[in-house]
């Protein structure tokens, strides 16, 4: 099994930084980065889902995958990582998977997180875990995750209390 590297390290933070700025900007406290082969971080994401519009489908990990997928070929983006402060919900995974994106580095577990979020209507976490997502399909995801686990709870700290 891959172990994080430093530059993963690196990028994961980054990503829980983009999902702080999201909760403090009035949305869910969800956040990503995706990289190139090189580290270089090419497109940051919060959610959406409350500011500026109620769309419960503009999760940080869908948009970003839409903004990539418009501005990279499928090919190129198999190369790429997208960062995530936590799991790919299943929307998500579809959406990296359709993009093309060929690796995904997350923080927190979506079992962890449904754990954090109990029966919240604001957000009612699947617990399947987006490798499930990834292997259903015709092409191979490499995933990561979780990692950084206490990072990444602070991030969430106090949301859904």
């Known amino acids: 099994m891959a172990e994080l590297s430093e530059t993963d390290a690196r990028l994961l933070r980054a990503a829980f930084q983009v999902a702080i700025r999201a909760r403090e900007d009035g949305n869910l406290p969800f956040g990503c980065v995706l990289a190139d082969d090189a580290g270089n971080v090419v497109i940051e994401q919060g959610n959406l889902g409350l500011v500026p519009v ?5 999760h940080a990990e869908t948009v ?3 903004r990539a997928a418009r501005r990279y070929e499928p090919g190129d983006l198999e190369h790429f990582t997208l960062y995530v402060s936590a799991e790919p919900c299943a ?3 579809g959406a990296v998977y359709w993009a093309g994106i060929g690796r995904v580095v997350f923080g927190l577990s979506e079992r962890d997180l449904k754990g954090l979020t109990g029966n919240h209507p604001g957000n009612p976490t ?4 987006c490798r499930e997502v ?5 092409r191979s995801v490499e995933v990561l995750g979780p990692e950084l686990v206490d990072e990444a709870l602070r991030v969430f700290d106090g949301y859904w209390s």
């Open 126 to 129: 699947m617990d399947l875990p």
């Open 54 to 58: 109620r769309d419960a489908t503009a």
């Open 64 to 66: 970003a995958a839409g």
């Open 91 to 93: 929307m998500c995974a």
């Open 134 to 138: 990834f292997a259903s399909g015709q």
